[in-house]
């Protein structure tokens, strides 16, 4: 089975850098991605690694660690539109595509 | 394109009562999934599809049946609502068909509550 652990909230300044963490437990996995939920709002796809290392598109980065079973997504120059929820999710190598979602982290950017 | 779409938007459901929601996507792609979303918790899938005419189980399929007749299409049924099926129900595809990931695109959800 896999199970991913994020905080439930973060709190953050506009301008400011913000870390989302993700750790999971999993049997084996192609890859980590992340997702980003804003309230009534469907989740929207954000990055994707499946390499461990740093992979950067814009102001939003996303890491992964295999042997830390840890990963992260790092949001720079935050914007009051980046309050949202963030999920880190894995895509299990269990024969067919199975995606498991955390449980979400909500990002508060504050003025 | 209109990407993802799910009919309807809302809904509310008597106990006992059975719906069918309707996913469809324009994009040609293979795997199409059936999720719900509950406050505090993330999405959990509840069934999923590698291709037409095929589903298969998620990780909270009881209560819920599906149907992928056609590749754009993908329903999720319930037979007998109950209340514990009050949710955020999200419908998603992906190309992928090589089990390696592919971005999923989901749909703006339907909103169910059963009295």
């Known amino acids: 089975g896999q199970s991913l652990e994020q905080p439930s909230e973060v709190t953050a300044v506009e301008g400011a850098i913000v870390q989302i963490n993700c750790t999971y437990q999993t049997s084996g996995f192609y890859g980590l991605s992340w997702y980003q939920q804003h309230d009534g709002g469907a989740p929207t796809f954000l990055s994707y690694n499946a390499l461990d290392g740093l992979e950067e598109t814009g102001r939003f980065s996303s890491f992964l660690s295999r042997s830390d079973s840890y990963g992260y997504l790092l949001l720079q120059e935050l914007q009051m539109k980046d309050s949202a929820s963030y999920f880190c999710?894995?895509?299990?190598?269990?024969?067919?595509?199975?995606?498991?979602f955390g449980t979400g982290t909500k990002l508060q950017v504050i003025p | 394109n209109a990407g993802v779409t799910q009919t309807p938007k809302f809904r509310v459901l008597k106990t006992g009562q059975s719906m069918t929601l309707l996913c469809a996507q324009d994009m040609n792609h293979e795997y199409m999934y059936w999720y719900r979303q509950d406050p505090g918790m993330g999405l959990r899938l509840i069934h999923y599809?590698?291709?037409?005419?095929?589903?298969a189980k998620g990780e909270v399929p009881d209560g819920y049946n599906v149907s992928r007749l056609k590749k754009q299409n993908f329903l999720l049924g319930l037979e007998s609502a109950a209340p514990s099926q009050t949710s955020v129900y999200f419908c998603?595809?992906?190309?992928?068909?090589?089990?390696?990931?592919?971005?999923?695109?989901f749909g703006p959800g339907t909103r169910l509550t059963v009295l």
């Open positions: 999710a894995v895509i299990g190598s269990g024969g067919y595509q199975k995606v498991t």
């Open positions: 998603a595809s992906s190309y992928s068909t090589s089990g390696h990931t592919d971005t999923q695109y």
């Open positions: 599809s590698v291709g037409e005419g095929t589903t």
